[in-house]
């Protein structure tokens, strides 16, 4: 698989990285563990060098399954993982005091069985501590060579500048898909400006975009979609135009729903790299290669214009979780 360069300080990934959270949590129950290494590893075997974490998502527990799938060739792979709640857990609220940065910081070291963390992003801006105060936190870890490189994650144009002010943010991570193109308002052009990369997570609209959801669809209790507005049924099914112009794109060019909409991400800048995340070694086959199917202009032209007036229903988030991005 190609590489892609995050940023300017040399952080260099596989175009395609992979997402670990549904791994231990969100989708609904965790995988076993031998099924969640095994994964990890075939993906690191299709040339996945960018393997994305945090210690919330468990909590704590795809830190440490990450930490243990990749042992066996750390130093051949790129490990981001991310602080920002109190507690690891969404539910309790934010906490980025540079305290806790450390602290956090330090447990990962220890659940991800390494010496130093990649990329580390903040998880979700806290409006209790200026940015500036949380970027000098990660910039004494990178001065003790606990951290290689700072990133972001649904943080507004405006703060992301603030921060890298204080210490160059490598990247930022956000939703970015067809079904939700904010990010091209606002967040690409600054990081076109700083020299910032920029990691799409659900590239696939949260296995939207896959076809495989419909209105009819139920979801495991466990399941975080449930609560989510974008995936109530009526939402589900006046969204589904966009997944049938999916369908008719992909039938055309013989690949599958979700190779469009990940080469459809990779087409748009070079320091782009989505991390698409799976439970099931087809699918993570599938996603992969992507990276291979070269979209034309002609084609980026067709599918623009076949969705440029799809409007999409339903936030991407429920009211308490919504409040926490762009900030």
Known sequence: ???????????????????????????????????????????????????????????????????????????????????????????????????TIRSVTEAALRRLQTDVIDLLYQHRVDPEVPI???????????????????GMSEASAGTVRRAHAVLPVTALQSEYSLWWREPEREILPTLAELGIGFVP??????????????????????????????????????????????????????????????????AQKPWISPIPGTTKQHRLEENLKAADLQLTDSDLRDIQQAVQHINVEGDRYPPHLQQMVSR
Request: proline share 4%; aromatic share 8%; net charge negative.
């Open 201 to 266: 997570f659900s590239p696939l609209g949260k296995g939207f975009l896959t076809g495989a959801i419909d209105e009819n669809t139920s979801f495991d209790s466990a399941d975080f979609r449930n609560v989510v507005p974008r995936f109530k049924p009526d939402a589900r099914k006046a969204n589904h135009v966009l997944v049938e112009v999916l369908n008719d794109l992909a039938v055309t060019r013989n690949v599958t729903n979700a190779q469009i909409a990940i080469a459809w991400l990779l």
């Open 132 to 150: 500036e105060e949380v970027a000098g936190a990660v910039r004494d870890l990178i001065r003790e060579g606990k951290v290689r490189h700072f």
């Open 1 to 99: 698989m190609q590489l892609r360069k995050l940023g300017q300080n040399g952080l260099e990934v596989s175009a395609i990285g992979l997402g670990c959270m549904g791994l231990s949590h969100g989708y609904g129950p965790a995988v076993e563990k031998s099924v969640g290494i095994a994964l990890i590893r075939r993906a690191y075997e299709l040339g996945v060098t960018f393997f994305d974490t945090a210690e919330a998502y468990g909590p704590f527990a795809n830190e440490e399954l990450l930490g243990e799938a990749v042992a066996p060739f750390r130093d051949k792979v790129v490990i981001a993982t991310k602080f920002g709640f109190l507690n690891g857990k969404p539910a309790d609220g934010l906490d980025s005091r540079p305290e």
